[in-house]
């Protein structure tokens, strides 16, 4: 089970003691059961490889989701203020969607793929019908970003989730807003209606989980117990369990019988943001950092462990015994496929190999009897909330004349027509979704299994730890089929290229002229590249002594002494690295340890680096939520009688930490207008600092 936070918030030697710096390395809680779970598939085939990579928009991406009916419909939002569509393993955009005026924050589709909504940073909601390539709704009635958003499973309703901690409910027909849940105090940044279309669950960043009651239109339950921001729920398919996971570097699985915790996974390497359940429900899939875990939850452990090289995957879902998984970084959009014939799904593993191999190729076998209720499923569509809320006039809209200016403002441009035919309009077909029996992704074939093999047997240092297979990505040119390419569109890079998109070699090698030669030697590119070879050498050797500095203070567990020994170093660099593990752990942070941070912060904020920035911006949210309230409190307190020593010392740390958030609230209050995941991180700031004025 996962501890609570500790009471004390300034200074001390309570509380619980830091964690290891290890921590944040890529290992997990269950080592051994995962080590016996993993490694080499027989036969030689890929468990996991990369599928394509694209450049989704003209500016950075912002929010994306996958068709979950398919398996093979992909939304992306962007800066841009487009929703655009794409069909996976396809290079080329079918659909773009205009109409928004800000940046897209939250994209979904509906069970039947025949509808997508799109959430702006402004706080509008646009709704699309993609058969008919039009707008069909538009929503208004949020004042800030909208986080989360989510298409009920048997009527025509949206639930949408905002920074402005509202929960609403819209009838697309109607276009107006049916109810509105209240009782979160933070942004809301995840949304589910359970399979029966009874319930809606959310996530938020007050650290809790809430289940509404949509007839009776109320709260039913609140889960607490994490420890951070939650990320993400997801019901289980059949039984009444909600899986939850967070910030905090955990999964919490809740009875929704008894509405309590049934069982809490601990050790994630980073923030749970993308978990999945298994289409019958034997397993949960979590996408973390550069891998998949597979895991169970009565009672808790890790079935599996996948290295997938997707860096922060975004969503998955599955289709053809296969898992496909989307990441994002700035304007590109990749996809990955993991086989889940090859993946240990459920049961133990024994430590005979041919057993082995038959566990990993088998279908995990049906659950026998379930521990808790099962969901009915109504076959007509679900009723009105009893409970309807008045709407405001700024949720009230004109059925005649908003229509038409939807239609003006609005627009559905097919980029590719073929595909989107194919997608959307099929033939001789009433399916409106991509065909639910699709062939499944091919598997890239290995040049050397032996040489792979080798190649991925753990170093003696690393026994402990993984095994680590060979997850190499082979060119795109070999996976897809002989079908004749569409034609490219212009602000589109094709997927279908031999080299990396985006990179060439000569771009890293100065403008040398060679005469009567088109292009530099293999000899003479590797010395231009060596050239700063040494000097970067140099410069990580000085990170990783200092790093080695700051951690010897770190095991001594006086957290206020190694944040000081990093500062002094005067390196951003081991001060974001160290910033990264605390952040991690919200009572680690004390008022004294304040005071040191947020002048470091206010130079994160500056850095040209976007990472510095949203570590900066990490913390001092931490910092704003944890501290603000008490700060101004004291500083508003009256003077008391006598003398206290220890009230002058607090004292005098609130003065000096409400003056550098003065000093900050400047630069986070003209920051505020960028755009993007920055942009808003900001607004958000600024929200938080509004106290300080």
């Known amino acids: 089970m996962c501890g609570g936070l500790p009471a004390d918030l300034i200074g001390g030697s309570g509380g619980d003691p830091p964690p290891p710096l290890e921590e944040s390395r890529l290992f997990c809680g269950w080592s051994f059961e995962c080590q016996t779970a ?27 989701v996958l068709g979950k009916g398919s398996g093979r419909l992909l939304a992306t939002g962007g800066d841009d203020c487009r929703v655009n569509l794409w069909s996976i ?29 799109a959430g702006s940073q402004s706080g509008s909601i646009r709704v699309w019908d993609l058969e008919a390539a039009k707008i069909l709704r538009t929503l208004v009635g949020h004042k800030a970003n909208i986080c989360s958003l989510d298409f009920h499973p048997y009527g025509e309703f949206v639930a949408s989730g905002s920074q402005d901690t509202n929960i609403k409910l819209w009838d697309i027909r109607r276009k107006g807003c049916v109810f509105r849940y209240r009782g979160h105090s933070q942004a809301v940044r995840c949304l589910r209606f359970s399979p029966d279309g009874k319930w809606l669950a959310s996530a938020a960043d007050d650290h809790t989980v809430k289940l509404w009651d949509l007839t009776a239109g109320k709260m039913m339950s609140e889960f607490p117990g994490h420890t951070g921001p939650v990320n993400v729920v997801e019901f289980h398919p059949n039984e009444y369990l909600l899986a939850s996971g967070s910030s905090d570097r955990t999964i919490r699985f809740w009875d929704l019988e008894k509405f309590q915790v049934v069982s809490c996974i601990e050790g994630e390497p980073g923030p749970v943001r993308s978990i999945l359940f298994n289409p019958d429900g034997c397993c949960l899939y979590s996408g973390c950092q550069d891998s998949l875990r597979v895991y169970g939850w009565e009672p808790e452990r890790c079935f599996d462990v996948v290295l997938v090289n997707w860096g922060k995957v975004a969503d998955l879902a599955i289709c053809n015994n296969q898992l496909i998984g989307v990441a994002f970084a700035q304007s590109n959009v990749s996809s990955y496929v993991v086989d889940l014939t090859r993946v240990t799904r459920t049961g133990t593993v024994t430590q005979d190999p041919v057993q082995d191999s038959r566990l990993l190729t088998q279908q995990p076998p049906l659950p026998t009897a379930p521990l808790r209720r099962i969901y009915e499923r109504p076959s007509t569509t679900c009723s009105k909330p009893q409970r309807v809320k008045q709407n405001s006039e700024s949720e009230r809209r004109s059925p005649s004349s908003e229509d038409d200016r939807d239609e003006r403002e609005s627009r559905a441009e097919i980029q590719n027509a073929e595909d989107y035919n194919e997608i959307f309009q099929p033939k001789n077909s009433i399916s409106r979704t991509p065909p639910r029996r699709s062939e499944p992704f091919p598997a890239p074939p290995e040049d050397d299994v032996a040489t792979a093999k080798e190649a991925a047997k753990p170093s003696p240092a690393m026994d402990t730890q993984f095994p680590v297979p060979n997850l190499e990505v082979p060119p795109w040119s070999q996976v897809v089929t002989s079908t004749p390419a569409p034609k490219a569109e212009p602000a589109i890079i094709p997927a279908t290229r031999n080299e990396p998109i985006g990179l060439k070699a000569s771009d890293f090698l100065p403008a040398v002229k060679i005469p009567q030669q088109t292009e530099l030697v293999d000899e003479d590119a590797m010395s231009q590249i060596r050239k700063g070879h040494d000097t970067m050498c140099v410069v990580l050797t000085s990170r990783h002594k200092n790093l080695d500095t700051v951690r010897a203070v770190w095991t001594t567990g006086d957290i206020k002494t190694s944040v000081d020994s990093a500062v002094a170093i005067n390196d951003l660099s081991v001060v974001v690295d160290l910033l990264n593990i605390v952040n991690q752990k919200a009572s680690l942070w004390k008022l004294d340890l304040c005071t040191t941070v947020l002048p470091q912060i206010e130079k994160l904020l500056q850095s040209k680096y976007e990472s510095y920035v949203q570590t ?22 009256p003077p008391s009688v006598g003398v206290d020593i220890s009230r002058e010392e607090r004292l005098h740390k609130c003065r000096l930490c409400y003056k550098q958030l003065k000093s900050i609230s400047g630069l986070v209050r003209s920051k505020s207008g960028l755009s993007g995941r920055h942009g808003s991180a900001f607004r958000e700031l600024h929200l938080l600092m509004a106290s300080l004025d």
């Open 38 to 64: 993993g490694g080499w598939p027989p036969g030689g085939h890929k468990t996991a490889w990369k599928l394509q990579e694209i450049v989704a928009h003209a500016s950075n991406v912002s929010s994306l």
């Open 89 to 117: 393993n396809k290079p080329n955009c079918i659909m773009s969607l205009t109409g928004h005026t800000s940046p897209v924050e939250s994209v979904r589709l509906n069970t039947p793929e025949e509808l997508i909504v």
């Open 616 to 637: 900066g911006c990490t913390s001092l949210k931490l910092i704003l939520q944890r501290f603000l309230p008490l700060i101004t409190d004291i500083l508003a307190a």
